[in-house]
């Protein structure tokens, strides 16, 4: 009678599709939310009257950089963690750093920044 038994619970486990867990479907509203970059817009101030302008949305970006001679723009697109851009005929791109990852001195105190390279950065107060 036990192997009985045995039998008739081995057939019926076998008889038994395995429970699946659901297969959720990618959410559209994931690839439609703006990218992180988009919460950079607005000014951000540099040493000596330079300032970081950035416009725009949804990862396309109007970049206003004012230097000592004066201000230009530049298209930006989100890459990712940066924006990127083109600056006399150099790819460049824009990360979220503190203000000792700048390099500039003017700005080590400072916690959110953003940094194009070594030496040219933008913080908010």
Same mark, same amino acid.
């Given at each position: 009678? @036990?192997?009985?038994?045995?039998?008739?619970?081995?057939?019926?486990?076998?008889?038994?599709?395995?429970?699946? @867990?659901?297969?959720?479907?990618?959410?559209?509203?994931?690839?439609?939310?703006?990218?992180?970059?988009?919460?950079?817009?607005?000014?951000?101030?540099?040493?000596?009257?330079?300032?970081?302008?950035?416009?725009?949305?949804?990862?396309?970006?109007?970049?206003?950089?004012?230097?000592?001679?004066?201000?230009?723009?530049?298209?930006?697109?989100?890459?990712?963690?940066?924006?990127?851009?083109?600056?006399?005929?150099?790819?460049?791109?824009?990360?979220?750093?503190?203000?000792?990852?700048?390099?500039?001195?003017?700005?080590?105190?400072?916690?959110?920044?953003?940094?194009?390279? @070594?030496?040219?950065?933008?913080?908010?107060?």
């Amino acid at each position: 009678m @036990a192997c009985a038994t045995l039998v008739l619970l081995v057939a019926g486990c076998k008889d038994r599709a395995p429970e699946l @867990a659901p297969v959720s479907k990618p959410s559209s509203a994931g690839s439609s939310s703006a990218p992180a970059t988009d919460q950079w817009l607005g000014k951000w101030i540099g040493p000596e009257g330079t300032f970081l302008q950035l416009a725009g949305s949804n990862g396309r970006y109007e970049v206003t950089i004012q230097n000592l001679d004066g201000p230009r723009t530049f298209s930006g697109q989100a890459a990712g963690d940066r924006i990127e851009f083109e600056r006399n005929g150099v790819k460049e791109s824009l990360r979220a750093t503190n203000g000792a990852e700048t390099g500039m001195k003017w700005l080590s105190e400072k916690s959110s920044c953003l940094t194009v390279r @070594a030496g040219e950065g933008y913080c908010r107060d």
